[in-house]
T-cell receptor, first 110, second 115 residues
């Protein structure tokens, strides 16, 4: 079993829909990072959080440390949101290296 | 520079050849990471640098892979005697351990294709 699990693996939505991507992890972490990767493109940082909730534009990220779970929400989805969304956790370790989920491939149809 | 840069952006090589991939981290970032993303796979950790030393090399898949960092800045990932299974996107990230959350900032990656 992967230490970081994401669901769903693939998601197709209609423009305007509310989208939720989930990330569950089984290890103790010091922070969780949501990343976005467009096809052929680099990785863009969305949020890094260790507790509570963060909001930026149409994106909202929440984390529940006790339940070892985080969600990324996209409100009023748009075709330009189509990308792979990756959850990465940073363990309590001196190297701060990330452990990555396998990603959620989102396609938003116009 | 303003962000993490990597070169080359694309590299095609023949099986058995050596390749060098370069990473220029954000100025002032003392931590540098190399990751690999194989086709259809998730990201996997390769090696971590703090300054010029590499306290965690646990992700290097074989002794054909090595990396160095000089001057606490530029890093080079070297793959010797490349194999087809080395084909992947190699990503570099840097962070400032004194910064908020030790957030990592990623470069655009180098796409390596081994024929």
């Amino acid at each position: 079993k992967n230490e970081v699990e994401q669901s769903p693996q693939n998601l197709t939505a209609q423009e305007g829909e509310f989208i939720t991507i989930n990330c569950s992890y089984s290890v103790g972490i010091s922070a969780l990072h949501w990343l976005q990767q467009h096809p052929g493109g680099g990785i863009v940082s969305l949020f890094m959080l260790s507790s509570g909730k963060k909001k930026h534009g149409r994106l909202i990220a929440t984390i529940n440390i006790q339940e070892k779970h985080s969600s990324l929400h996209i409100t009023a989805s748009h075709p330009r949101d189509s990308a792979v969304y990756i959850c990465a956790v940073r363990r309590f370790s001196g190297t701060y290296k990330y452990i990555f989920g396998t990603g959620t491939r989102l396609k938003v149809l116009a | 520079g303003a962000g993490v840069s990597q070169s080359p952006s694309n590299k095609v090589t023949e099986k058995g050849k050596d390749v060098e991939l370069r990473c220029d981290p954000i100025s002032g970032h003392t931590a540098l990471y190399w990751y690999r993303q194989s086709l259809g796979q998730g990201l996997e950790f390769l090696i971590y640098f703090q300054g010029n030393s590499a306290p965690d090399k646990s992700g290097l898949p074989s002794d054909r892979f090595s990396a160095e960092r000089t001057g606490g800045s530029v890093s080079t990932l070297t793959i010797q005697r490349t194999q087809q299974e080395d084909s992947a996107v190699y990503l570099c990230a840097s962070s400032n351990p004194g910064g908020s959350y030790n957030e990592q900032f990623f470069g655009p990656g180098t796409r390596l294709t081994v024929l």
